[in-house]
Each structure stands twice: as structure tokens, then as C-alpha cells.
């Protein structure tokens, strides 16, 4: 069996951003960007299946502009077999449905028995991509998984997922679609010599014309502005001065 | 380029209005989510969302499972809320959990029955789970987690943890859909059981509920803590601790805290990868959101992603023994001291509820 992989690249977890001051977006040049966390746990989670020996092969795909191969070679030094590169090109950032039909189109063509996203990109915080492939698919989808089973012989994966109340446990037949939450695994270092292996595995380039997807933009940027800002706050140095502003200042005890 | 522009806004304009000539009266449908024999505060939440774009103020609730509690659920969404003026209820076994292969295709069956303009859900792991699949279904780029309806197709949402905020128009056909943040629409119009005001309730026809992808997942089991505090979304005080409370022992002081201030109990990513609570309690960009009245956190140092979470609490209170923690850059009261000392004296000290 073949798992699929998306990875997006974002900017790093840790980067303070910037509002362009035009208003048009967030500043995105000359700001250090890395794979999605969620994404990296995604391969992981692939990798530790494969080798868990449920699965032969583990591709990584990405949709976007010329550096997401940095992104696929992350992915491939971590120990992904090969990549599958969809250069978006100059179109702006796609949106979930373009990229889930994308992924569509791949499913089709690579027949993975499993696709495992991100639970939701840090940069557009959408949550979506995941559940439109399952869609558009017809596959069953486990998303927010915190542990995944596979049964070789059955077909089917038992998938735990993080919910409101509590943990849910779903058994899917396969193929099916997973997104990934923070505590399904602790994704792996790259080391040196991975880095250096992953130089010679192949990432295939493939064009949306190739895809034949059509490319929805059904959803408008207006306009991206600054989350407005606290008021300064104060340090109080005891609890009897704190107790006091709760109930007199701030009124809230 | 500007001709070309104005052209697609005037269409856009025409279409619009076209549309709310042509649909029927009823053109919002809130799915909703129900527990005990009630419709969840998160959805209605999302009714209070669905009365900014819907001015005729009717709403159509879609609630689905099996079993009398569904109908209890039922009656309380037809009677609950002014804006309700229809309840829909899909009984089925496949329907008896919130599976998102059944879910969508029953919203698809919806939809191309009776055509609505907006599709509306909270922002909650079924809203989250549901409303993209199904808007695949119906080829429609759905938005996620709205806060703000500026105009019926003119939406806010936070990006990149909150710390942007995005302006998003839809354009495409209908339905427009959406989750929505239930922090950002507090529940306002609540009546009580006013039996005038009742909504009629009709079953869905499921006899074309068919299809191969419902066999394909099953649900096996929910393990949920039970806890006696209040739900930590919902909550009007707020009581977090992070890793500085190094134990899951030294929770339970936290936990009496609470206690004494009807709080709930939330906490970080550091203190459940520990191992200190579980997760379900976590607050932020990945864990829960909420907007309480009094935040209270402790031994909390203020990551990006943990403000996320809690950046609209009316009044942040931050105790850490760290002077430069940035969670003191969002409090409005700060305690630079030993949470250790703090929190039996807070415990002392604070009037009983």
C-alpha cells in the first residue's frame, strides 16, 4: 500500500508576522518558512507506518510556488520515498477547495490507500482541506487523529480523535483521508546523511494544466488588518490589591 | 482592469439581490448539535450568527440522530429561540453519531431540496469535521471560524493565531457557508419556552439516503471525562494553568480554585503533553478558543500559539514568576510571584460564590 502525504509551507510557527501596511496581506518575504507543524507530524505518522510494515511507500505532495520543493525535500530527508510538486505558479494562495481537487486528481492517479494531512495550516487556520478530499473522494475520513491503527489483512484503520467532549474512536475502511492532531507523534530530526540522501530522490514537477483541475476562487481577500490591541496592563504586588481591582475596578468577582 | 472590476461587483450586487428575490422565505439552515435533549449553547450561537445575514428572521435548525432525545432536542430548538421558525429532524441509525460521511450527504440532500443561501455551523470538532466535507459536496469554498458578519456576504476571520484578521467576501453561488466562532456571537434572545412562538417541526425524507460512502466508517466509542465543572467554552471565569504548575497534583489546587469561582479549568500545550490534564482542556490556536469575562493564568508564559486562545477574555489576569513572560504584554492585572504562594492565598482570601 501507498500513503500520500500533503505538506504546505508556511511561515515558521515561531515568526512574529507583520500586516503588510497596505492592508493586502502578511508579510511574507524575508520571513524564515518552514513545513506546517501539522504536516510534519503527517509524515511522520506515514513513515512510522511504513515502517511498521502496513504500507511500501510513503510520497509527500505540495501545491504551490517554486520553494514548496524545499518544503518536499524536508519531507523527503525525513524519510519520504519521492515527491510530487504541483506548481501553482503565480496564482496567490489556493484556496482548500482548489487544493483538495488537486489532491483528487493525484489520489487518482497514484492510488494511495492512504492520504494523511494536516488538521489546519498555522498560516490560513482553515481546517478544511482534509475533510473536502474525503469528499470529493468518496472516502471515509478520520480527522483530528491522535493515534491511527492499521489492519493490514481487514483494510480498515481504527482512528482515535480529539473532539469537544473528549476522545472518539472510528473504525474507516480504506482508503480513507486522516488529519493529524499535535499529540498523535513527535515527528523525527532529519539527520545529515538523510538530508544528504534526500538530494538524489526524485520530485516530480506537475503543472495544473496537467491536472485538469478547475481552479475556484469563490473567496475574496479584502482586506488583512491588525487585531486590535490590548490596553497596557497593570502589575499589582499583592493578592489583596488583585481581589480589590477584580471586584471594584474590573467588576468581574 | 477598473471597468472589469466594477462590472464583477455590479454582478455580484445583482446576483444577490436576485437570489433573495427568488429564494424561498426560509433561507438560513444552522446545523445544529444536541446533547441531553437540548440544542448546544455553540449552536446557538450559531442561530445569533444566522440572524446578522438573515433579515426575515427565519431560520431553519437541522438536528439529526435517533432515539427520544433527539426528539426532546427537538422541541427545545422549536421553542428555544425567536429566530427559529423551522426545525428539521433526520432520525436514522447511521445518523446516531455525528459521522461526517453521513452528516454531509444529509446537508447535500438538504440543499438540493430546498436551497438555501447560507449554511451555518459553530466552529466546534462537528462543525469542523462536517461543513467542509459537505461543501465539497456542493463545490463551494466554505470560511472557517467567522467573528464578525460586516456584510450578509462580507465576513472577519483570524489567520496566522490571531494574529491578523482577515476580511473575506464570498462570491460564489449559494449556499454560502460557514462556521462561526460561538464566543463572538453571545447568546442574546433566549425565550423560555414560549409556546406561541413554537416552530413547526418536520422530519427530513431520507428515502433517497443512500449512498456507498455511509458503510465506510463506524463509529466504535466516546471516552469523555466527566467533569462537573463548566464546559471551558461557555464559561464565564476561566482558570488556566501551564507548565509552571508541574504536576497533575498540583491541578487540583487549580481545580479548587475553580470550584470556588463556578470556573472552568483550562490549560496549555506544555501542561498536557505533560501529562498534567487531558487535552480536551486545551486552550489555543489548535485547542479550544475561548472569551470569558476573567481569564486567570498560571504559570502560564504566553506562547503565540496559547493566546490564540484566549486574546478576547474581557479581563486577562496573568501569576508567574517570570517578570518578562509575555503573557504580561495582554494582562490586565499582572502577579509577579510564586503561583505556589498566590493560589492558597487567592483561595483563602476570595468572597465565596
Known amino acids: 500500500m501507498k500513503i500520500m502525504v500533503a505538506v504546505k509551507r508556511v511561515v515558521d510557527y515561531a515568526v512574529k508576522i507583520r500586516v503588510k501596511a497596505d492592508k493586502s496581506g502578511v508579510e511574507t518575504s524575508n520571513v524564515k518558512m518552514s513545513m ?39 519531507a523527503l530527508a525525513m524519510g519520504a520515498d519521492r515527491a510530487i510538486h504541483v506548481d501553482s505558479g503565480a496564482l496567490a494562495p489556493l484556496l482548500p477547495l482548489s487544493v483538495a481537487k488537486i489532491l483528487k486528481a493525484l489520489a487518482e492517479t497514484e492510488r494511495p490507500g492512504l492520504m494523511i494531512l494536516g488538521k489546519q495550516a498555522i498560516d490560513d487556520d482553515c481546517n478544511q482541506t482534509g475533510q473536502m478530499v474525503a469528499g470529493l473522494l468518496k472516502w471515509p475520513q478520520g480527522t483530528f487523529a491522535s493515534k491511527v491503527l492499521l489492519d493490514k489483512e481487514k483494510q480498515v484503520a481504527t482512528v482515535e480523535r480529539e473532539v469537544d467532549g473528549g476522545l472518539e474512536t472510528l473504525s474507516l475502511d480504506l482508503p480513507a483521508v486522516i488529519t493529524t492532531d499535535l499529540r498523535l507523534n513527535q515527528p523525527r530530526y532529519a539527520t545529515l546523511p ?59 468577582l | 482592469m477598473v471597468a472589469a472590476m466594477m462590472s464583477r461587483a455590479l454582478r455580484n450586487r445583482s446576483i444577490s439581490s436576485f437570489s433573495a428575490l427568488v429564494s424561498r422565505f426560509i ?33 431553519s435548525v437541522l438536528l439529526a440522530g ?29 445518523l446516531k453519531h455525528p459521522l461526517a460521511e453521513a452528516w ?19 466552529s466546534s470538532s462537528f462543525g469542523k469535521n462536517i461543513l467542509p466535507r459537505a461543501a465539497a459536496l456542493l463545490d463551494v469554498s466554505p470560511v472557517t471560524d467567522v ?8 465576513f472577519v476571520r483570524p489567520i ?94 487549580l481545580e479548587k480554585l475553580a470550584e470556588k469561582l463556578g470556573a472552568a479549568v483550562g490549560a496549555t500545550r506544555a501542561a498536557v503533553d505533560a501529562g498534567f490534564v487531558p487535552n480536551e482542556l486545551q486552550v489555543g490556536q489548535t485547542g479550544k478558543i475561548v472569551a470569558p469575562d476573567l481569564y486567570i493564568a498560571f504559570g502560564v508564559s504566553g506562547a503565540i500559539q496559547h493566546l490564540a486562545g484566549m486574546r478576547d477574555s474581557k479581563v ?34 476570595l468572597p465565596e460564590k
Open chain 2, 147 to 154: 467573528v464578525e458578519i460586516s456584510e450578509p456576504r462580507l
Open chain 2, 66 to 94: 435517533s432515539g427520544p432525545r433527539l426528539q426532546e432536542a427537538a422541541s427545545h430548538a422549536a421553542s428555544c429561540h425567536p429566530l427559529i421558525s423551522q426545525v428539521l429532524v433526520a432520525e436514522a441509525d447511521i
Open chain 1, 194 to 252: 538523510n538530508i544528504m540522501k534526500a538530494k538524489s530522490k526524485v520530485i516530480k514537477k506537475v503543472s495544473l494544466e496537467e491536472l485538469n483541475v478547475e481552479i475556484k476562487s469563490d473567496l475574496e481577500v479584502v482586506q488583512v488588518t491588525e487585531p486590535p490591541k490590548r490596553k497596557a496592563g497593570v502589575i499589582l504586588s499583592s493578592v489583596d490589591e488583585l481581589i480589590d481591582k477584580l471586584k471594584n475596578e474590573a467588576r468581574v
Open chain 2, 27 to 59: 433561507s438560513t439552515l444552522v446545523l445544529a448539535e444536541h446533547e441531553g435533549g437540548l440544542v448546544k449553547p455553540s449552536s446557538l450561537s450559531a442561530v445569533e450568527a444566522a440572524g446578522v445575514v438573515c433579515k426575515e428572521k427565519s431560520i
Open chain 2, 104 to 122: 454531509a450527504k444529509l446537508i447535500q440532500l438538504v440543499q438540493q431540496k430546498d436551497g438555501y443561501s447560507y449554511i451555518m455551523a459553530a
Open chain 2, 160 to 253: 496566522y493565531a490571531g494574529n491578523a484578521l482577515c476580511t473575506v467576501r464570498y462570491t460564489g453561488s449559494d449556499p454560502c457557508m460557514m462556521t462561526i466562532r460561538s464566543t463572538s456571537f453571545p447568546i442574546s434572545s433566549i425565550s423560555n419556552d414560549s409556546k406561541a412562538g413554537a416552530a413547526p417541526i418536520s422530519q427530513v425524507d431520507l428515502s433517497t439516503f443512500s449512498e456507498e460512502t455511509l458503510g465506510k466508517s463506524r463509529w466504535l466509542k466516546l471516552a469523555s471525562q466527566d467533569s462537573e465543572r463548566p464546559d471551558l467554552g461557555n464559561a464565564h471565569v476561566v482558570v488556566t494553568g501551564g507548565r509552571g504548575l508541574k504536576s497533575a497534583d498540583n491541578f487540583k489546587l
Open chain 2, 316 to 349: 486577562i489576569v496573568a501569576v508567574n514568576k517570570d517578570a518578562d513572560a509575555p503573557i504580561f504584554q495582554v494582562a490586565d492585572y499582572g502577579l509577579v510571584a510564586d503561583l505556589f504562594d498566590v493560589l492558597p492565598e487567592m483561595l483563602e482570601k
Open chain 1, 36 to 74: 506546517n507543524p501539522f504536516c510534519e507530524i503527517a509524515v511522520e505518522e506515514a513513515l512510522r507506518i511504513r515502517e511498521s510494515g502496513a504500507a511500501s511507500e510513503v510520497v509527500a505532495v505540495s501545491v504551490g510556488p517554486a520553494q514548496c520543493a524545499d518544503t518536499l525535500r524536508t
